[in-house]
């Protein structure tokens, strides 16, 4: 393993207490201006499907002796911190609305800004954590990692997703129409 790996990894791991730390302060926000928290079942199974995510790059890596190639590696490494660009400015974009959890303050308006502008890209938070998922294991070759994650994480996307829809639909007023320039 190269040895600049698993200092990639921390970084990713300290970026994910740098969430949860944005996303207590958005729970106390959101729960003191009457949000309605959904999704707990499933809640669970993502932490522990993003704490193995991080323990199976470094792992797989060492025990299975995988090796940096450059031709595969570096692309992956590009694609991870293009995931946390995008990560960071749904983060920035939603602000006080974004959240680990499925919290809906009934009467906003959806946000339709930053990366919430593209109707036809409705969670694009996801779609970090997708490409995550797949380039991180990669940087390092832990492929049976990056396809473990995959599968897993389309199952509890596909559960997240329907219960992040119909909160969405249930509590936030519909976005205004776009203006005419």
Do not use: D, K
């Not at 396809?147 to 007023?173: D, G, M, P, Q, W």
């Amino acid at each position: 393993m190269s040895f600049w790996y698993p200092a990639l990894i921390l970084l990713v791991a300290a970026e994910r207490l740098a969430e949860v730390a944005v996303a207590r302060a958005n729970t106390r926000w959101s729960l003191a201006h009457g949000g309605v928290v959904t999704g707990h079942a499933h809640y669970p199974w993502l932490v522990l499907l993003h704490t193995a995510l991080l323990a199976g790059c470094l792992l797989e890596t060492a025990l299975a002796s995988r090796p940096f190639v450059p031709a595969l590696g570096w692309p992956m490494l590009a694609l991870v911190i293009a995931a946390q660009t995008l990560r960071w400015w749904c983060i920035r974009s939603l602000g006080r609305q974004w959240n680990t959890r499925i919290i809906v303050v009934p009467g906003l308006p959806r946000v339709t800004r930053g990366p919430y502008r593209f109707s036809w890209l409705p969670h694009p938070n996801y779609l970090a954590v997708v490409l995550e998922g797949i380039a991180l294991p990669l940087v390092h070759s832990a492929w049976i990692t990056a396809l473990t994650f995959t599968v897993l994480n389309a199952a509890a996307l596909s559960v997240r997703i329907r219960c992040e829809s119909r909160a969405l639909r249930t509590h936030l007023r519909p976005a205004p129409p776009p203006r005419n320039a």
